[in-house]
């Protein structure tokens, strides 16, 4: 039985991720034919970014369609699913994560001598960000979290399903990667980081009381961080961020241990 449960679970991990391709693939061709998005915003995003609900999208249609309408809208309820959070020092964690590794990350390139401008952003676009990213977030954790990682976990434990999911992430990322216009050493090892961003998300995840939505807010806050990063994301370099982020995971997963990420181990008992 447990054998058949778990290539039920495989089939339907597979089609998901096949149909999250699939449906991204429109997305991929516009964003060569017609570039970036239009200049609303002070930031650079090829119009392969709305690819951001593919996940969501293949998540309800397969639960549609084993489950009917009613497992649909219970997944879609998970949007909002933020009263999970019982322990409400997580909300802090998604908020002020990624803005401390890209602050540390900033540091190291000033002291490594990288050329930085004086940091500068707007403050009048940090609620458009924050709700456009919001937004998105949800497109993909909907999907990533609320349908996927529960079946990889039982399967991988919390760091394998963590680090699976997070290649598999970060290949749909390749191509509107280079279409941003990087090199492929920047897109390199700004993929390293974005498989190191997923095991910080399931952290966030299975100790928020495995609310999708808390996994959207720092989904969030890590691209609010990013296009913030002085100016506007011009000056983000990978190549230093991944180091620093490479640690706290490393201390993440120390501290709270690679099968759960939720056992810290200084706990206070009873």
């Not at 593919?54 to 997944?75: D, F, K, N, Y």
């Not at 993909?140 to 699976?164: F, T, V």
């Not at 706290?248 to 709270?256: I, S």
Request: aromatic share 16%; glycine share 8%.
């Amino acid at each position: 039985m447990k054998q058949e449960m778990s290539g039920s679970s495989d089939v339907r991990l597979t089609a998901f991720f096949v149909l999250v391709f699939v449906l991204s693939v429109p997305f991929w061709l516009a964003g060569y034919a017609l570039g970036e998005l239009p200049d609303l915003i002070p930031i650079d995003l090829p119009v392969s970014a709305l690819m951001a609900f593919t996940p969501a999208a293949a998540a309800l249609i397969l639960v549609w369609r084993a489950e009917g309408r009613s497992g649909a809208a219970a997944l879609l309820k998970r949007a909002g699913d933020f009263r999970r959070v019982t322990r409400k020092r997580w909300f802090l964690a998604a908020f002020l994560f990624m803005p401390g590794i890209l602050t540390a990350s900033f540091l190291l390139m000033r002291m490594m001598g990288a050329p930085l401008p004086d940091p500068a952003f707007s403050l009048a676009a940090l609620p458009v960000f924050f709700v456009m990213f919001l937004a998105a977030g949800l497109g993909e954790e909907i999907g990533w979290q609320g349908y996927a990682y529960d079946a990889m976990e039982r399967k991988w434990k919390a760091l394998g399903a963590a680090l699976l999911l997070g290649a598999i992430w970060t290949l749909w990322h390749v191509i509107p990667y280079f279409q941003t216009g990087h090199g492929a050493t920047w897109v390199l090892w700004h993929c390293l980081v974005t498989v190191l961003l997923r095991v910080a998300t399931v952290w966030i995840y299975v100790n928020g009381g495995r609310s999708v939505f808390l996994a959207a807010l720092f989904h969030a806050m890590c691209n609010v961080a990013y296009f913030l990063f002085p100016n506007f994301g011009s000056h983000y370099d990978p190549a230093y961020t991944f180091p620093v982020l490479a640690a706290a995971c490393t201390g993440v997963v120390l501290l709270w241990g690679p099968a759960t990420l939720a056992g810290f181990r200084f706990a206070r008992k009873g």
